[in-house]
C-alpha cells in the first residue's frame, strides 16, 4: 500500500474501450483502472482500491498519459517508457517483473516462463504470473503482454479477464496464431502494421 503520507489524486478519462481511471502521487502513477462496466461503478473501483484519493484535474504529465492510455486502445502505438511509476509499497519481486514487462514492446510478447528466465530462474514461472496479477499500473506495465506456455493466454485479473487481455493484445496487432480468435470482432478493426 501506499504510504501514509503519500497524497494521491485520480481522475477518470474516457478512451475507445470504455472509461478509464489513474490515480497518481507526486512520484508518479500509482494506479490505472481498465474500464469496468460504466463510469460510475470504474469510479467506485478507484475509491475502492484507494479510499484515500481525491478526484481532481490532472497535471500536465498525467494528461499526456492518459492521452497515450486512450491512443494506445485506440489502436495507435505508444511507449509508456516516460511514465514514472510510485511503486511504493510494491514488493521487490514485483517491481523486477515489471520492470521486464515495460521492455516488451507493442504488437509482441513474452512467456511467464521467458520473463522468470530473464530473472534469473525459469522455475519462477508461477510467481511471475502472480505478480502480474497484482500489477496496479496496467497499460503502463504491459502485463496482457505476458502469455501462458504455448502462447496461451493464460490469466488476467482485469475486468474481463482473459478477453480483456486479448482484446489488448488484438488492438496493439499481436499474432498469437493465425487467425487471431478476436479477428472478426467489431472492435478488432485494426491489422497488424
Not at 8 to 28: A, K, Y
Not at 143 to 166: I, Y
Request: with cysteine.
Amino acid at each position: 500500500m501506499i504510504g501514509i503520507m503519500a497524497k494521491l489524486d485520480f481522475m477518470l478519462f474516457e478512451t475507445p474501450i470504455g472509461c478509464c481511471g489513474i490515480v497518481w502521487s507526486d512520484r508518479g502513477v500509482v494506479g490505472v483502472q481498465l474500464p469496468e462496466g460504466n463510469e460510475r461503478a470504474t469510479r467506485d473501483r478507484v475509491r475502492r482500491r484507494y479510499p484515500a484519493a481525491q478526484e481532481t484535474a490532472p497535471p500536465a504529465e498525467m494528461r499526456r498519459v492518459m492521452k497515450d492510455i486512450a491512443d494506445l486502445l485506440g489502436g495507435e502505438p505508444r511507449d509508456f517508457s516516460y511514465v514514472t511509476i510510485d511503486g511504493e509499497g510494491v514488493a521487490e519481486f514485483n517491481r523486477r517483473v515489471y520492470d521486464i514487462a515495460r521492455t516488451i514492446p507493442a504488437g509482441s510478447t513474452l512467456s511467464y516462463g521467458e520473463v522468470a528466465e530473464r530473472m534469473g530462474d525459469r522455475m519462477l514461472a508461477r510467481d511471475v504470473g502472480q505478480a502480474l496479477g497484482e500489477n496496479p499500473t496496467p497499460i503502463i506495465v504491459p502485463c496482457h503482454r505476458v502469455l501462458g506456455a504455448g502462447g496461451k493466454p493464460g490469466g488476467f485479473s482485469a475486468p474481463g479477464g482473459v478477453d480483456t487481455k486479448l482484446r489488448l493484445l488484438t488492438i496493439e496487432g499481436a499474432r498469437l496464431g493465425e487467425p487471431m480468435l478476436f479477428d472478426r470482432l467489431p472492435w478488432a478493426t485494426r491489422t497488424a502494421r
